[in-house]
């Protein structure tokens, strides 16, 4: 349901930055409070930029930013937030708020993570690895040294739907909720629906007041929609990425 298109950032830069890792010199990592579904992302990409992680990591904070949390499938190649704390163990923390990784996706390749006593940087990385090849980005563990693209993520608040009229979504898997009242309750069971799913559409039959929502592992799935004609029916697509 989702498009993402990225602009390329042009400019001058110019970094002397040695932070080492930023989630162990700012708090602890800790355990967040489970957030009810995806709260809506803006990212940007530096086409002509490659910075190390640290650089990368202050370039998107200078901004506002940081460096994303990439817990879905993406397909470009470039730093992530998710790092290594110390030597020795296997990146698990996110830049963005030292929470620890625990989304059930798994995008690791065969082997990674490997080399954790001196790979603690993680990217996102598409092409061919000597122990298999992919068809989607995988994360790969590299040297925080290394230069890499850089895309900024900046928090855009709630989710929000594009609405379409008349019509009922017949490509997905549904919940039946049942009476709900209005097609703005509807709307607000979507975006509360509880992880490890995700809610990324939602039906509302205004004869009936009843709401079906669609399940999917990710939101960043293709705009192109199957729907069926229906004269009583709402159908809410849910948008949480936007590229600037």
Not at 159 to 179: H, Q
């Amino acid at each position: 349901l989702r498009r993402l298109v990225l602009l390329t950032g042009h400019g001058e830069v110019g970094l002397a930055v040695c932070l080492l890792f930023m989630c162990q010199l700012t708090i602890l990592p800790q355990t967040l409070p489970h957030q009810q579904g995806t709260a809506g992302v803006r990212w940007v990409l530096y086409g002509k930029l490659k910075l190390t992680w640290n650089e990368a990591s202050q370039f998107c904070a200078d901004r506002g930013g940081h460096l994303p949390v990439t817990n879905t499938s993406l397909y470009y190649s470039y730093w992530t937030g998710l790092h290594s704390t110390q030597p020795g163990t296997a990146a698990s923390v996110w830049e963005k708020d030292c929470s620890s990784v625990n989304d059930p996706l798994d995008l690791w390749t065969e082997p990674e993570p490997d080399d954790v006593t001196t790979d603690l940087c993680v990217r996102i990385r598409l092409g061919y690895s000597f122990f298999s090849r992919w068809d989607v980005a995988k994360w790969e563990t590299t040297l925080c040294s290394r230069r890499h693209l850089v895309v900024c993520e900046h928090s855009q608040g709630d989710c929000w739907f594009e609405t379409i009229s008349n019509v009922i979504m017949t490509s997905a898997t549904s919940v039946s909720i049942g009476d709900v009242g209005d097609v703005s309750r509807c709307r607000s069971l979507c975006l509360s629906y509880q992880l490890p799913s995700e809610c990324v559409a939602a039906q509302y039959d205004k004869v009936s007041k009843s709401c079906d929502l669609y399940l999917g592992d990710s939101l960043l799935v293709t705009s192109d929609v199957e729907t069926t004609p229906s004269t009583s029916s709402t159908l809410l697509l849910r948008r949480c990425f936007e590229g600037l």
